[in-house]
Each structure stands twice: as structure tokens, then as C-alpha cells.
């Protein structure tokens, strides 16, 4: 039963307050000083094409001589892992004694459209592995893959595990076609023959419709009214500003590669079934032997918790362990919680595992 | 209104005050003795956004585009909660005009919600534009949509929204007929190419005009399924009690359904194909238009789309072959180097032990 207390005279005071608020809001906007994203310094280390391999700067020595390559997804940038002082993934990586490497991707242009699914895990991304075992003369590093990055991460190590010490997951997509998972319902009807034909490669604009209209409401109307609460105050708005660019810094997504992943992964789930083809070779999540830690987040609407719990059932490894993070799909990286948690307990379980 | 924008709360404070008086005659606020009610034109017009609107016009270019983006997304969605609270107002208004009691609100706002409901299963574009003034957030979906579908095309905006192929066909019966016949006429002579071309452009278009019409609709479908859910929760005597006290608690109320209601739908076997259908005809009409641009690209001897994908494939392939042979390269100098120690070891092995042999010899 709903209790009805408002009077014309509540609606006029709450519309003027949030006038208010808009206004102050607005001002701080203009006087906020450029958004910065990724704070935490960094060095290039090796660069091809649009790839850049970083490693960030710490104060102390690493306590773990086995540094941590961390592979983001394609979809959206990477600097969310760093986002803010505290804020920050990478920082916490820091201080757990670890020495931290990441991918970035960039920016794919039509130059890009033709890269495949083997051109960036066994091309880019093997050959960013080489590069930190020949610095720190190791034969294995340990893989920290994020999102899609978590599936590429899992397609690399089975195919070189002779590479990897420890591998962690986050938020990674396994089973694609778990109950829940909207975007994979979404895209069982399209024809991704016909999109990538079409366009080449594949827009950050339709990316983010798609990603917005999970949640449309939400996502696009709802969240805007809470932030004229936020922007009141201007640090809370300069945040609230670094979260608005990640979200709609989408990179298309180089034409190949997306046909490729949708129409294996998603399409035909053929992650599980042992028949994604990379090149010459073929996955197989059984080669994966090696310790695994597998991060999820309860309240994912993108990568449902069940589609990376999946992983259990498909690898070999004696040592599989799993952390689950309650939250969503962006808070596991940002929210204060997370800080708290979520590096801590990588940065334990591979010191266990040094 | 002043025209600095840094003014703007103080005008904009006084301005609302001005608006909601003349509205409604509040009592408490009456400041001049002469206020005539609202007459039935400044109920119709929602001033309030619309200022906001004007207001935005004249603040924009001070800002950074990053911050123009975002606020623009934020005006929007401002202007969509104004709409709602001078509704609801309104609402409220006639009702204490009427000498009901505030807490009749119930019955109104049922009223209010079945109109809504009207308007949406309604095939006019009036009527579904006279829904969006209250509670405009059911419109996200579709909006989204055409925000896309703009920033893949030069056209401004989805030029097709306002096509409605269900009024079309009803109201423009002869105009439909041509347009088959022009479809069915079969192409001769030497142009006969580039008639079925476009003939298949406008098959193309019509089919697409289609699929976003039902996608419309199925959001309309969410539109209506969301006020169900209103009118429900409404009604509902055995949830726990909710208190709405403020017009936020109502939009939130509100926001909740539509989600509810939408997340029911997008997971449906008729959502999957709507969804599907939408985006395929999207990009079978892009694929033949863009194969309309080459042509005639190719006709003005310039380089069009396929040759240049060409060769960026050929550029790809030698890419990964010289990435190949790279690798083969290295690993090969890593093999030599590594057998470099070892063939000295060897060979200064043999000199000492020829050495050794001579000294041996020499003694």
C-alpha cells in the first residue's frame, strides 16, 4: 500500500531545490579543472602498432618477483583499473608488493578492421608476455585478465601454458549462454555477417546502446537526476565526470576480431565445447592446469555471476579458487568496498603461489 | 532572464516563482493582488522546461564540449522530471480546485495513468508525443536508438522515426500503391542495373521503416506494462507501506516499473527477434547504400570503400607474415646463441687438449 503525501507546494520547493542544485552543479562543471583518468605513474615498455605495454612505477620493491600482466577487455578503456588516487586496482596491486603490467589496446581504426582473435592473443598479447619474461628473465608471469580480457586470458594460457605461473579471472565470461545473460540473448538473431560487412569495424556508439539499454531507465535517465545531488559538490562532480567519460570512451572494435567473438562465444559457445580456433590451434580449457583464481561480481548485469562460475567445470587446475565480489560489473573495480577486498586478496593468493 | 548564465539560479528562482503562482495561485506565495488564473495555453505549454531548454541554449558555449555532453544529457533528463512535477502538479491542482481533498490524489492520478495507457496503444504520433510530456523517461529505449543510428549516418537524427507505416498505409492508400508499382516495374535497357539498385533501396528502407515501427511499438508495449505496474503497486494492499512524499519518490516509483516492465520483455523470444530484426535491417539498408556510394565512386574514378578494404587485407597479410618471420628469425638467433657457448666450450676443450697433446709430444 503506497502512502500519497505530496502537495503542490512540496513539488514547487522540491523543483527549486533541484534548480538549485543544477545550477551549483553547472558551475562547478565549468570551474572543474580537465577530467584526468589513470593516476598512477607508468612507463612504456613496449609498443606495436596500437598496443602499449605499461608498467607502473611503485615507491617500494616488489615483494613478488613475479610481476602481473593485466589484460582488459577491447570494450572500453583500460584506465578504469586506475581510475582515481582512490579509486585505484592498480594501486592496491601496488601495495599487495606486486610489480603491475597492462595492455592497452587503443583506439582501432579501419586500418585495424582486419585484426583477428589470433593477431591479439597469440600476436599482441603473447608477445607482450615475451617481452616481461625477457626483462625479468623468467620462463612464466602471472595473468590478471578482466572481462573479455579474462577470455582471452583463458584462450592464451591453454594454448601457452609453458608462459603462465598463476592466472586470475574477473568478471570473465566462460559460459556464454547462461540464463540471464541478456546480451547474449540479444545477439543470437543478429546477423554479425551482415554488421561486420557492413561497417567494417564495429562502433563504440552501437556498443554502448547496447550496453545502455540493459538498463535503459536507469542507465540513461534515472542516474542523471541522482548526479544533480552529486554535482553540488565539486569533487563529487569531477567524479561523477570521470565515471561519464569511461562509460562513453568506447573504442570501436576492429571488425574481424567482434565477428569472431560473437559468433563463437557468443553465438556458439564454443568456449566450453573446446572449438574455438585461434590460427592453427585450438582452445581447450583443460590444458589450463596451473592455480586459478576466479573474481566475479553477484550483482553483474553484464557478465552474470553463473557465466563465470562456469569455470570451474572446464579447467584442470588443482588449485581453482573463487572469490566472489558483492557488487556490480563496474563497482568490483571502483567502489570503496572493492579497494578494500579485491587487490588485497590477488595480491595474498600470488604471494601464496610465488 | 539575464543573459549570463552565471545569473541564472537567481532568475531562474524567480522566474519558476512567477510560473508556479500564475499557475496555481498558491496563497502563500500571491504577490500582487491583479493575478489572473493560468489560462488554458500556459497549461499546455510545459514553461518551465522550456525555459530550462532556452536557458541551456545561451549556458552551453561557456562549457567544454565534455561538459556540454554531459550536461546535455543532464538538461534532458531535467527537463523530462519538469515535465512530470508541472503535470502532476496540474493534477493536483484541479483536484484542490474541485474541492477534493489532496488525498483523493489516488483516483486522479488512475485517471492521468489510463490516458497514458490510451496514448500508447494509440497508432497516432500526437498522441504518443502528448504521453511523452508525462513521465518522458518510457521514451529512452527508442531515443537511444535513433542517438545511435545518428552518429552512423550523415542524415540528422533518424529520418525515418516519423514515418509511420501503420498510418501510411491507412491514410495514403494510393501513395503505397505507387510506390508498388514503381517496385514491380522491371528494369530495360542500359540503366536497367541501376533501376533495381535503387528499387532494392527503397525495399530496403520500407523494411527497415518496419522494424523500427514494431520496435516502437514494443516499446510502447513496455510503456503500457510499466503503468500496469504503477497502477498496481498503487493498489497493492499487501505490500509493506510506501511512502510518497516527495515527486523524486514518485519518479523513482516510476523508474523501478519501467525496468520491471522492460526487463520482462527484453528477455522474450518476440523482444530477441524485434531486437535482431531491427539491427539486420539497419545494416542491409547501410550495406546497399554503401554499395551505391562505391559505384558511383568507381564511376568518378576514385577509390572506393572495396578497393581500399582490399588492400588493407593484402597490408594485413604481409603484416602478420612479416610478424611471422620475425619470430622464425629470432628464435633462430636465440637457438645460435645458445649453442655459441657451448661450440666454444668445445672448440677451447679441443685447443687445450691439442695443446696438451703437443706438450706432451714436446716432452
Redesign the interface.
Known amino acids: 500500500m503506497i502512502s500519497f503525501q505530496i502537495t503542490p507546494d512540496k513539488v514547487f520547493q522540491e523543483m527549486v531545490a533541484f534548480n538549485r542544485k543544477l545550477g551549483k552543479g553547472f558551475q562547478n562543471l565549468l570551474e572543474a579543472e580537465e577530467i584526468t583518468t589513470g593516476v598512477t605513474p607508468k612507463e612504456i615498455i613496449y609498443q606495436e602498432n596500437k598496443t602499449i605495454l605499461y608498467r607502473f612505477q611503485s615507491d617500494t620493491e616488489p615483494k613478488n618477483p613475479i610481476p602481473v600482466l593485466i589484460v582488459y577487455a577491447l570494450v572500453n578503456r583500460p584506465y578504469m583499473t586506475d581510475l582515481q588516487e582512490n579509486r585505484s586496482m592498480v594501486k592496491g596491486l601496488l601495495a599487495a608488493g606486486l610489480d603491475v603490467y597492462l595492455i592497452d589496446w587503443g583506439y582501432p581504426d579501419r586500418t585495424d578492421q582486419f585484426l583477428t582473435l589470433d593477431d591479439y592473443i597469440n600476436g599482441y598479447l603473447d608477445r607482450c608476455v615475451d617481452v616481461i619474461r625477457k626483462r625479468h628473465d623468467l620462463a612464466k608471469i602471472n595473468i590478471l585478465g578482466i572481462c573479455q580480457g579474462g577470455t582471452f586470458s583463458l584462450c592464451y594460457t591453454s594454448i601457452h601454458p609453458e608462459k603462465v605461473k598463476n592466472l586470475i579471472t574477473m568478471v570473465t565470461p566462460v559460459d556464454f549462454q547462461t540464463p540471464g545473460n541478456l546480451l547474449s540473448r540479444w545477439v543470437q538473431n543478429i546477423d554479425v555477417d551482415l554488421l561486420v560487412d557492413t561497417m567494417g569495424n564495429i562502433s563504440g556508439e552501437l556498443l554502448n546502446w547496447t550496453f545502455l539499454s540493459l538498463k535503459p531507465y536507469r542507465l540513461m535517465g534515472q542516474k542523471y537526476l541522482d548526479m544533480v545531488d552529486a554535482l553540488d559538490d565539486p569533487q563529487s562532480a569531477k567524479n561523477f565526470l570521470r565515471m561519464e567519460k569511461w562509460i562513453f570512451d568506447s573504442p570501436d572494435q576492429a571488425g574481424e576480431t567482434f565477428r569472431q567473438f560473437i559468433k563463437d562465444f557468443y553465438q556458439g559457445n564454443k568456449l566450453i565445447k573446446g572449438e574455438v580456433r585461434l590460427g592453427e590451434q585450438t582452445v581447450n580449457l583443460k590444458n589450463i592446469t596451473l592455480p586459478v583464481l576466479n573474481i566475479y561480481a553477484m550483482q553483474d548485469h553484464l557478465v552474470p555471476p553463473s557465466s563465470s562460475m562456469a569455470l570451474k567445470g572446464y579447467v584442470d587446475s588443482a588449485d581453482y579458487k573463487e572469490l566472489s565480489f558483492p557488487g556490480g560489473h563496474i563497482g568490483i573495480y571502483v567502489s570503496g568496498k572493492a579497494q578494500k577486498t579485491v587487490p588485497p586478496s590477488i595480491g595474498d593468493w600470488l604471494n601464496e603461489r610465488m | 532572464m539575464a543573459n549570463d ?2 545569473s ?2 537567481n532568475d ?2 524567480s522566474f ?2 512567477k510560473y ?1 503562482d500564475a499557475l ?1 495561485g ?1 496563497p ?1 506565495r500571491k504577490t500582487t493582488e491583479d493575478k489572473s488564473p493560468p489560462s488554458p495555453a500556459d497549461i499546455a505549454t510545459n514553461a ?1 522546461s522550456e525555459a530550462l531548454d532556452s536557458w541551456w541554449k545561451i ?1 552551453a558555449p ?2 567544454a564540449p ?2 556540454q ?3 546535455s ?2 538538461i ?3 527537463k ?3 515535465q512530470m ?1 508541472e503535470q ?2 496540474r493534477m ?2 484541479s483536484s ?1 480546485a474541485a474541492g477534493q481533498s ?2 483523493q ?2 483516483a486522479a ?1 488512475n485517471d492521468a495513468l489510463n490516458s497514458m495507457k490510451e496514448a500508447f496503444l494509440s497508432s497516432s504520433q500526437y498522441n504518443r508525443e502528448a504521453v511523452s510530456k508525462w513521465m518522458g ?2 521514451e ?2 527508442v ?3 535513433q ?2 543510428v545518428s ?2 549516418s550523415i542524415m540528422p537524427g533518424d529520418f525515418l522515426k516519423g514515418l509511420n507505416t501503420a498510418d501510411l498505409s491507412q491514410m495514403t492508400e494510393p501513395v503505397q500503391e505507387r510506390l508498388d508499382q514503381f517496385l514491380s516495374v522491371p528494369g530495360v535497357g542500359h540503366m536497367r542495373e541501376r533501376q533495381a539498385l535503387y528499387q532494392e533501396l527503397i525495399r530496403l528502407g520500407i523494411k527497415y521503416q518496419e522494424a523500427l515501427q514494431e520496435y516502437m511499438h514494443a516499446c510502447n508495449q513496455i510503456g503500457v506494462k510499466s503503468i500496469e505496474k504503477l497502477q498496481k ?2 493498489g ?2 499487501s ?10 519518490s ?4 516510476w ?1 523501478d516499473c ?2 520491471e516492465a ?2 520482462e520483455y ?2 522474450s523470444d518476440e523482444y ?2 524485434i ?3 531491427l ?2 535491417t539497419l ?2 539498408l ?2 546497399h547504400n ?1 554499395m551505391i556510394v562505391d559505384d558511383s565512386l568507381e564511376a568518378m574514378n576514385i577509390p572506393n ?1 572495396q578497393e ?2 582490399s588492400l ?2 593484402r ?2 597479410t604481409l603484416w ?1 607474415d612479416s ?1 611471422a618471420m620475425q619470430r622464425e628469425i629470432e628464435t633462430l638467433k636465440e637457438e645460435l646463441e645458445a649453442k655459441k657457448p657451448a661450440a666454444r666450450s668445445r672448440k677451447s676443450a679441443t685447443t687445450t687438449r691439442s695443446a696438451k697433446t703437443s706438450r706432451s709430444a714436446d716432452e
Open positions: 548564465p552565471f541564472w539560479p531562474w528562482i519558476q516563482q508556479w496555481g498558491l502563500p518551465w549556458a561557456q562549457a565534455p561538459v555532453d554531459f550536461f544529457r543532464l534532458d533528463q531535467g523530462s522530471y519538469f512535477s502532476l502538479n493536483l491542482q484542490a489532496i488525498s490524489w489516488q492520478l523517461v518510457w529512452l529505449p531515443d537511444h536508438w542517438h545511435m552518429s552512423l503497486r498503487f497493492d494492499q505490500r509493506e507501506e510506501l511512502k510518497i512524499d516527495s515527486l523524486r514518485l519518479y523513482d516509483l523508474v519501467c525496468e522492460y526487463a527484453v528477455d530477441v527477434r531486437h535482431g530484426n539491427v539486420n545494416m542491409a547501410k550495406q554503401a570503400r581500399i578494404n588493407q587485407r597490408f594485413h602478420r610478424k
